[in-house]
């Protein structure tokens, strides 16, 4: 096989991002996860089903959303008695929306 040159291979590579560019958890919308946990109690709709149903929420933050509603009480996400959202103390807030660290 010919070997080719460092030009050639760099062209073709596809880039590939280094860990440390990588950003970290994002924020969402609480209106959204509130949503999305609503609609999966009431409807069971898993992370698919949930990406079409909620324009602006992506299959990876609706899996990492049920996650973290099956974690429940105390540190995940609920619905309290009047299906309103509560969340636990790993999980932070901002005015930008709910920063849900990222689980296995």
């Given at each position: 096989m010919p070997r080719l040159d460092y030009a050639e291979t760099s062209e073709t590579?596809?880039?590939?991002?280094r860990k440390g560019n990588r950003k970290?958890?994002?924020?969402?919308a609480l209106e959204l996860v509130e949503k999305a946990v609503q609609l999966h109690e009431e409807n069971k709709l898993g992370r698919?089903?949930?990406d079409e149903a909620l324009p602006g929420l992506t299959e990876y933050q609706a899996g990492q959303i049920l996650k973290w509603y099956r974690v429940g009480r105390p540190a995940g996400l609920w619905l309290d008695e009047h299906k309103r959202l509560k969340w636990g103390a790993a999980i932070s807030t901002t005015r930008d929306g709910v920063r849900l660290p990222r689980l296995s």
């Open positions: 590579a596809p880039s590939k991002e970290g958890p994002g924020r969402i698919r089903k949930l």
